[in-house]
């Protein structure tokens, strides 16, 4: 399994053709506090780059985007049910889709954790 990140603080872990996706800690610290969580439902076909869901915080509301192209094979209702677990584990429990890759080659223009630390200045 691998894990790269994206500029807008989204993360995707693969496994083959199939991917978990969600957004980084440094992302849900920059929120604050998640009240609400909206992803495009399964079988939703997205762009790399395309917007595959919405994150509300007390601060601000966020697009996430799809950090490569393919079908959403299934959204985790843990976030969308308590938002708050966003907070508590963005990068584990609480990721926000799987997805079919439809391009596995768009990956190589993400970032590794090093890259992606090295952007946040971790």
Known sequence: ????????HEWIRVEG?????????HAADAL???VFVEMKPAGTTVAK??????VESVKAASEIYAPASGEITEVN???ADAPASLNDDP???A??????????????????RA?????IGA
Do not use: F, N
Not at 1 to 8: K, L, N, V
Not at 115 to 119: F, K, Q, S, T, W
């Open 1 to 8: 399994m691998t894990t790269y990140y994206t500029e807008d």
């Open 32 to 34: 604050g506090d998640v």
């Open 49 to 54: 780059g395309g917007e595959c869901g919405t």
């Open 77 to 79: 209702a843990g976030p």
């Open 17 to 25: 053709d199939s991917a978990t996706v969600g957004i980084t800690k």
């Open 95 to 112: 990721w926000l889709c799987r997805m079919r890759l439809s391009d596995p080659s768009e990956l190589d223009a993400l970032m590794d």
């Open 115 to 119: 890259a992606y630390d090295a952007l």
């Open 91 to 93: 990068e584990g429990a």
